[in-house]
T-cell receptor
Framework: AQKITQTQPGMFVQEKEAVTLDCTYD???????LFWYKQPSSGEMIFLIY??????QNATEGRYSLNFQKARKSANLVISASQLGDSAMYFC???????????????FGSGTRLSIRP | DAEITQSPRHKITETGRQVTLACHQT?????MFWYRQDLGHGLRLIHY???????NKGEVSDGYSVSRSNTEDLPLTLESAASSQTSVYFC?????????????FGEGSRLTVL
C-alpha cells in the first residue's frame, strides 16, 4: 500500500533563509507522481509543485523546488528566500499510477506547519 | 471560470442525524474525491469516484457513503453522524487523462457533531 511520511510536525525559520520540508514515500508502482500543497491559515489548499517518477530533472516553480531522490524515496520541498507569507501548513502527496491514467487517487502525508520569523 | 464548490461551509448537527455535504464542480473532471482533515492526520481519503456510477472506498470510509449520478456532483452522506466525524471535509477533483493529475480543491466544509 502506498504511504507518505512527513516527520516534521512543525518548523521555525528566519525570514529570507532557505527551508527544506521533508517527505518520504513508499510505493511498489514504478509510475507515480508527487505533489506539494500549501494550506495557509485561511484554509484553502494551494497546489505548489509536481514531480513525476520518470522526470529526469527536479521540478522547480519560482521559489519552490522539489529535491527528488528516487532511490531514497524522498521528495523534499525546498523554499528559497523564505517570506512571512510562507507561514502555512505544507502537505506532501502522492499519486500512484501513470500520469495520464484516467483513474488515479492521491494520498497525503500528515503535514508540516512552517512558521517564518521576521 | 471553472470551480469546485462545497455546501454548507459550516454545519452543526446532533449525534445520530443524517448529514449530506454537497460538492459541485464545473471543471468537467471525471475524478472526484472526498477527504477529511484532522489535526495530526493530514488529509485522509474517504471515498472517490472515477466517473458516473463509479464509487470507491478510501482509507476511512466507515460511516460515509457517496453516489455519482452525473459528472458534476459527488455528495457525501453521513448516515448517522458521530462525534468522531467532527472534522473539516474537502472535496476535490482531477482531470486524470491529461496533466499531472493534480487535485483542485473546494473551500472545505466544517462539520461539528454534538
Amino acid at each position: 500500500a502506498q504511504k507518505i511520511t512527513q516527520t516534521q510536525p512543525g518548523m521555525f525559520v528566519q525570514e529570507k533563509e532557505a527551508v527544506t520540508l521533508d517527505c518520504t514515500y513508499d510505493t511498489s508502482d514504478p509510475s507515480y507522481g508527487l505533489f506539494w500543497y500549501k494550506q495557509p491559515s485561511s484554509g484553502e489548499m494551494i497546489f505548489l509543485i509536481y514531480q513525476g517518477s520518470y522526470d529526469q530533472q527536479n521540478a522547480t516553480e519560482g521559489r519552490y523546488s522539489l529535491n527528488f531522490q528516487k532511490a531514497r524515496k524522498s521528495a523534499n520541498l525546498v523554499i528559497s528566500a523564505s517570506q512571512l507569507g510562507d507561514s502555512a501548513m505544507y502537505f506532501c502527496a502522492m499519486r500512484e499510477g501513470p500520469r495520464y491514467s484516467s483513474a488515479s487517487k492521491i494520498i497525503f502525508g500528515s503535514g508540516t506547519r512552517l512558521s517564518i520569523r521576521p | 471560470d471553472a470551480e469546485i464548490t462545497q455546501s454548507p461551509r459550516h454545519k452543526i448537527t446532533e449525534t445520530g442525524r443524517q448529514v449530506t455535504l454537497a460538492c459541485h464542480q464545473t471543471w468537467n473532471h471525471n475524478n472526484m474525491f472526498w477527504y477529511r482533515q484532522d489535526l495530526g492526520h493530514g488529509l485522509r481519503l474517504i471515498h472517490y469516484s472515477y466517473g458516473v456510477q463509479d464509487t470507491n472506498k478510501g482509507e476511512v470510509s466507515d460511516g460515509y457513503s457517496v453516489s455519482r449520478s452525473n459528472t458534476e456532483d459527488l455528495p457525501l452522506t453521513l448516515e448517522s453522524a458521530a462525534s468522531s466525524q467532527t472534522s473539516v471535509y474537502f472535496c476535490a477533483s482531477s482531470e486524470g487523462g491529461l496533466g499531472s493529475g493534480e487535485l483542485f480543491f473546494g473551500e472545505g466544509s466544517r462539520l461539528t457533531v454534538l
